[in-house]
């Protein structure tokens, strides 16, 4: 049965500080692994990573997939306190005749105190 | 703990049948269930919103006729496709919230189902 785990499953940390959400997994066939911002309505993509040791990033937030160690970072810099959310890391195995399932995470639970 | 099941995890059908997903909480009884709707690399993009033994909650432009969300005990929602047309093909994902502590805390979500119209 596919696994995600995310550490830790709380957070909380003062403006201006930089974290480090951690996510590992153990998914059949693995094809990708996803992060996505829980706030609201419906968690809102941030990062697909197929490729390991590649980067990614957009903003303050970057990400990186390391394969050997069925693994993943999300570091967020020079936290604010409108990064406060759930993120959320998801992998993604291959699948037959282009079907695919996310297995999800409980999350990371951020807090960004002003 | 806190888990939640889809079922089933994809279908193909044929344009004008229906079709049912099922989302169960397995071990915790969850008082909201979520629907979403995704497209590759896209945001989950939130469908309606089911509480037990109430009218779910469609979001602006969702057509309520067509996307039938039953809500029926609190550890089921199911949500049917009606007369489904090669456009609703997608990959639909459910979520749910329990009662107490620490299931009322975060989202649990469900695998997915691909549905694929024919």
């Known amino acids: 049965e596919d696994k995600v785990v995310q550490s830790p499953l709380s957070l909380v940390v003062h403006e201006g500080d930089t974290v480090t959400l951690n996510c590992s997994y153990e998914?059949?066939?693995?094809?990708?692994l996803l992060w996505y911002k829980q706030e609201k309505k419906a968690p809102t993509f941030l990062f697909m990573l197929?490729?390991?040791?590649i980067e990614k990033k957009s903003g303050r937030l970057s990400s990186i997939l390391d394969k050997k160690e069925l693994s993943s970072i999300l570091n967020i810099t020079a936290t604010q306190t409108g990064d406060s959310a759930i993120y959320l890391c998801?992998?993604?195995?291959?699948?037959?005749?282009?079907?695919?399932?996310?297995?999800f995470g409980k999350g990371t639970k951020l807090s960004v105190i002003p | 703990g806190a888990v939640v099941s889809q079922h089933p995890s994809w279908v193909i059908c044929k344009s004008g049948t229906s079709v049912k997903i099922e989302c169960r909480s397995l071990?915790?009884?969850?008082?909201?269930m979520f629907w979403y709707r995704q497209f590759p690399k896209q945001s989950l993009m939130l469908m309606a919103t089911?509480?037990?033994?109430?009218?779910?909650?469609?979001e602006q432009g969702v057509e309520k006729d067509k996307f039938l969300i039953n809500h029926a005990s609190l550890t089921l929602s199911t949500l049917t496709v009606t007369s489904a047309h090669p456009e609703d093909s997608s990959f639909y994902i459910c979520?749910?919230?329990?009662?107490?502590?620490?299931?009322?805390?975060?989202?649990?979500f469900g695998s997915g189902t691909q549905l694929s119209v024919l």
């Open positions: 979520s749910a919230r329990g009662q107490g502590a620490p299931t009322n805390e975060k989202l649990f």
């Open positions: 089911s509480n037990e033994g109430s009218k779910a909650t469609y």
């Open positions: 998914v059949t066939n693995f094809r990708s």
């Open positions: 998801a992998g993604s195995p291959y699948s037959g005749a282009g079907s695919y399932q996310l297995t």
């Open positions: 071990d915790f009884q969850a008082t909201t």
């Open positions: 197929t490729s390991s040791g």
